[in-house]
């Protein structure tokens, strides 16, 4: 059984900084996108920032330059570094897994729809 565990969500002033952390179980994520999306109140889930089973990464316009996603092959955890928090970040940050049999071609590999595995989320405020 997969499960996904993030923390390291609170409440922090603008300008501030947080790290997530995500731990994986059940399953390797090496071979896998690991994808950071968030979800505000009464709006949808969006994508956030993807790290590639190749090293590379991939982030949503808004928190290009603040936000950096690194992951630990060897804890299978992956990491979302945010930095110069605005209020308009405020959501709950939820991890999920893209396996590598699911097929995606540009910005549909943002699309939530093709992440099989997620976590339960962790709340991120960030006060004015």
């Known amino acids: 059984q997969v499960q996904l565990v993030e923390s390291g969500g609170g409440l922090v002033q603008a300008g501030g900084s947080l790290r997530l952390s995500c731990a994986a179980s059940g399953r390797t994520i090496s071979a896998d996108s690991m994808g950071w999306f968030r979800q505000a109140p009464g709006k949808e889930r969006e994508f956030v920032a993807i790290?590639?089973?190749?090293?590379?990464?991939s982030y949503e316009d808004s928190v290009k330059g603040r936000f950096t996603i690194a992951r630990d092959n060897r804890k299978n955890t992956v990491y979302l570094q945010m930095n110069s928090l605005k209020p308009e970040d405020t959501a709950i940050y939820h991890c999920a897994v893209r396996t590598a049999s699911t097929y995606c071609s540009g910005d549909g590999c943002y699309d939530p729809r093709k992440y099989a595995y997620w976590g339960q989320g962790t709340q991120v405020t960030v006060s004015s």
């Open positions: 790290s590639w089973p190749s090293g590379s990464e």
